[in-house]
């Protein structure tokens, strides 16, 4: 086998989980393993940003600063898989923006672990523009949502935007607010149902707070959960 991320190759070690066709087979090698951060451990309770490293000053009893801002809002809880460091910034720049759909392999098995905690009757995928899809040729956010084991209604759309999240800094992307639309044959398709929502980067929420605040306003949906691959 060969490593997704480095290419170097490896020797997968067989175990009875492999034997009874339960195990997931592994995609990187053991040193690229190695720098993946898991989130685990004490988090805020809304949003699952990990506490640990993080300054007291930037946390209100179980949520953290950004959460505090947000207020109720539309979006229930939020989980990650992984702390978005430099490693995996890099991985995420080759599935992205150097079109190795390859990688989208790595995040799957983890996201549908996510998903174990909610109760949940259809998935949304975090829409791009018609720009932007144009550039990629494909959404990583539906990518990532096929590997889930639920229906994908594909109910937001989003107007062509002239700057790249990736390009603004944290407290640009706090104030700024995001701009979706409900697809109009999905109108009545979400009334009063558990939604989740799939996106690859979990930064301040901006973009999911939004969208789940256009489901919930425009597509009468239920409870709105979010799941993603990093969190910032």
Known sequence: MHCLSCHSPFIEKISWQHVFGISVPRQLCEECTKKLEKITGDLCEKCGRPFLN?????RKGDLCNDCVRWGEGALTKSRSIYV????LQEVIAKWKYRGDAELVKLFRPELQNLTEQFEIDV??????????????SFNQSKALAEGLPYPIIEALMRPDEAEKQSK??????????????MVPSFLYDLQGKTVLLVDDIYTTGA???SAANTLKEQGGAGPIFSITVARG
Not at 84 to 87: D, G, I, P, V, W
């Open 168 to 181: 603004k800094s944290r407290k640009e992307r706090l104030h700024r607010e995001e701009r979706f639309q």
């Open 207 to 209: 973009t999911l707070y």
């Open 123 to 136: 998935v949304v995928p975090i829409p791009l523009s018609k720009g932007r899809l144009y550039e990629r």
């Open 54 to 58: 993080l300054d007291a000053k930037y």
């Open 84 to 87: 978005y460091n430099e490693f």
